[in-house]
């Protein structure tokens, strides 16, 4: 094709009798097909030369059109930190209901392609070492209520002085049911957070702490501490976590670093405890009702209302990954769990224990809710009298 796209140049703008007057006869010479020559003749006439042309159709239907990938790069800008490729497409949801994206033919594009989107346009940092979220065990309960999960964190103040702020999360929802600033991580920071959130949401079945002084009486010589009364005199039993039990703090943990993201981006630091308050109010408000949350694609409030069922005081919790029960120890200081015999020693004989049991993973737990011990059982060959590695 290259001799005739040649021939037929110097022919057309040249004026040289290059196919000596018979322009069918060259073309049969060199074998080449007279609509083949016919259309290289027509183009060369009327564009000067031979181009060749692309063979992409003029309509794909799964091309992201340019006003929906401006709309990709809106919500980026918008969402700030919260911005990646899920949080991006739930909102994009409402951006397609608002300017009817269905009467246009257009869709709201998948996660791989939002990311594509955003590389193309160079607006992120790839993380190759980055640990993906789908190796991730989560654990959590079933239903609201089954289970709260408070913690503190410390928060500076404009002025440089510090603040404490309590969080109370549902472990099932991820429903932050109370925040409460206080000075220090104190016993009655704790009530009065522990005390607002079964006010607003109900008394849960299970609340779980950490081993911090304001939770534990580990200071004191013997007695109840004053937290752990205010929970189990409204029925709700106590548990404080160990580094062997499946049910730990991460979710509120994890849920502190959020909130002090989007403290941060706020025009405005507070500069009391009243204004830290009023911005913790307003961040409940924010978190449960309007941002999505990764575990449900839904505000955490929506997920709680979604669910047909709640926990409460009167039954033990529904946990998707462990069992919860409770087992009164023998007057010789013993349990039995799934057929084997654990001796939890005389000092517990005839009280009431809460056992948390992980796939072949015991833990067991004191009525003040301390850890007691963990146990590991060989199902292949059970051991009765195994006794408890203590917490």
């Known amino acids: ?95 397609a209901t608002e300017q009817h994206w269905s009467e246009k033919g257009w869709r709201i594009p998948s996660r791989a392609t939002i990311n594509k989107i955003l590389s193309r346009n160079n607006v992120v940092e790839a993380q190759p070492q980055k640990r993906p ?37 549902d472990d099932c929802t991820r429903v932050l049911v109370a925040t409460h600033v206080t000075d220090a991580e104190t016993s009655i920071g704790a009530i009065t957070a522990i005390r607002a959130a079964f006010t607003d949401y109900g008394v849960p079945a299970i609340v779980l702490s950490d081993n911090g002084p304001a939770f534990t009486s580990r200071f004191l010589k013997g007695g109840t501490s004053q937290f752990t009364r205010a929970c189990t005199g409204h029925r ?31 025009p405005t630091a507070p500069r009391t405890r009243r204004q830290l308050q009023d911005l913790c109010d307003q961040y409940q408000q924010y978190y449960n009702t309007e941002r999505r949350h990764s575990a449900w694609n839904k505000p955490p409030l929506q997920a709680w209302k979604d669910k047909p069922l709640h926990g409460g005081p009167s039954e033990l919790p529904i946990q998707q990954d462990a069992t919860v029960r409770t087992l009164l120890a023998s007057s010789s200081g013993r349990i039995t769990i799934t057929g084997i015999t654990i001796t939890v020693g005389a000092l517990y004989a005839r009280q009431r ?39």
């Open 133 to 169: 979220k789908s190796s991730y065990r989560r654990f959590a309960y079933a239903r609201p209520r089954d289970c709260y999960q408070i913690d503190a964190t410390e928060v500076s103040l404009l002025g440089g002085e510090k603040a404490t702020v309590f969080e109370v999360l």
């Open 1 to 95: 094709m290259k001799l005739l796209d040649a021939t037929l140049i110097a022919s057309i703008h040249h004026d040289v009798d290059a196919f000596d007057g018979d322009f069918k006869r060259w073309c049969a010479l060199n074998n080449i097909p007279r609509s083949t020559a016919y259309r290289h003749k027509k183009r060369i006439t009327e564009e000067g030369a031979w181009q060749a042309r692309s063979h992409r159709p003029e309509h794909c239907p799964h091309h992201t059109p340019p006003e929906v990938e401006k709309a990709v790069l809106d919500q980026r800008r918008k969402l700030r930190r919260d911005n990646g490729a899920d949080n991006i497409a739930y909102h994009l949801d409402r951006v």
């Open 236 to 266: 709700a039993r106590l548990i404080h976590s160990s580094p062997y039990h499946p049910q730990t703090c991460g979710k509120v943990e994890r849920h502190h670093r959020t909130f002090k993201e989007w403290l941060a981006d706020q």
């Open 353 to 391: 224990l809460t056992i948390v049991t992980d796939g072949d993973h015991v833990t067991v737990y004191k009525p003040n809710g301390q850890p007691l011990g963990h146990l590991h059982i060989d199902t292949a060959t059970p051991k009765s009298g195994s006794r408890l590695i203590a917490a």
